[in-house]
């Protein structure tokens, strides 16, 4: 099976989309939900609906993916309404053919990403006032929003904002983390999270602030930002890995992963899974290949499984060997 769990909610998959991709729309969200995949994540929501950045805004790469969104998105009220809706649909009693039909019990994770710690801890407020009871992702890694800086790179900011969140939310809370690359840096994240009863962490958020060009034309790939943009796809993966990994090595075993960075094949699941991943997510590969690419993953994935003698995730989760 490849069935997982976080915080006592059950993926009947442990791959679902990475917030950003295919997830803006209830269309969206639903064709993910229609997917071997094991839940959706909503695109992260502001306080009001945005349009985003000027386009073109996102391009493929021969190996990955540039993106400087801007966070277009319907605003917290779409995507709460959202997964209320789909709470109330997994409650009730359907014949099986309809709830398969409607992936009945795949969960919902909503990602809020403010523009301000003020508008964080509102729209958690909201949750917090509101019928769902699923998980919520805290963005802590938006890289594209000119002038605001990434909280998840401010220790102390982290510390702050967190205090303040788990004064009054009392719901099962994830937070979406930024790439880290020193080991200052994996010792000081996760002695920041780690004092807080969070559900896990999800990492990685793409790599802030590349550059991509075209040498013929002599011009920036996207338009926000002079260019700039965060990257993924597999030019992120063996960073997505190491920080999967050194999360795993720090965190008390109660706050559970999500690998995301780099995932294109099942072999990727494989070594994410391998590093520590309860879950993982699947951005640029999505986006390149459509939903159709959870039940090649899952298929790739279980082909290795068989071939290793794993029957489940947990004979090989985190059990990665040093030398
Ligand atoms: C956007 C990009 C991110 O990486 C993120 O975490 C949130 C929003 C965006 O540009 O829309």
């Given at each position: 099976s490849l069935a997982t769990e976080i915080a006592g909610i059950a993926f009947p998959n442990l791959m679902t989309n990475a917030a950003g991709v295919s997830c803006e729309t209830t269309q969206e969200l639903n064709a993910v939900l229609a997917s071997e995949a094991g839940g959706v994540t909503t695109k992260s929501a502001t306080p009001v609906a945005r349009p985003g950045n000027?386009?073109?805004r996102q391009e493929l790469l021969p190996l990955g993916s540039i993106n400087s969104m801007g966070l277009p998105n319907r605003g917290l009220g779409y995507y709460l309404a959202y997964a209320t809706q789909r709470q109330a649909l997994a409650g009730q009693d359907l014949p099986a053919e309809v709830a398969a039909e409607t992936a009945q019990h795949k969960p919902v994770i909503l990602s809020v990403s403010g523009l301000s710690i003020e508008d964080n801890l509102a729209m958690l407020k909201d949750i917090q006032q509101s019928p769902f009871t699923g998980l919520t992702e805290l963005n802590l890694?938006?890289?594209?929003?000119?002038?605001?800086?990434?909280?998840?790179?401010?220790f102390e900011a982290v510390v702050a904002t967190l205090t303040e969140v788990f004064s009054h939310f009392t719901k099962p809370l994830g937070l979406k983390l930024p790439p880290y690359f020193d080991f200052f840096q994996f010792d000081g994240i996760a002695e920041a999270v780690g004092r807080f009863p969070i559900a896990y962490v999800n990492m990685i958020?793409?790599?802030?602030n590349g550059l991509a060009i075209d040498a013929e034309t002599e011009t920036v790939l996207i338009k926000p930002k002079g260019g700039f943009g965060g990257i993924g796809g597999e030019l992120v993966k063996p960073t997505a890995l190491a920080n999967v990994r050194a999360m795993r090595l720090r965190l008390h075993p109660d706050i559970k992963i999500i690998g995301t960075g780099g995932i294109r094949t099942g072999q990727d699941v494989f070594e994410h899974v391998l590093c520590g991943a309860d879950a993982v997510q699947v951005g640029t590969e999505l986006w390149r290949e459509g939903p159709g690419v959870f039940k090649r993953l899952s298929e790739e994935l279980r082909a290795i499984m068989k071939e290793k003698g794993y029957g489940s995730l947990d004979d090989f989760r985190g059990k990665l060997k040093t030398m």
């Open positions: 000027p386009t073109p890694s938006c890289p594209n929003v000119v002038g605001k800086a990434q909280l998840g790179y401010d958020n793409s790599i802030g």
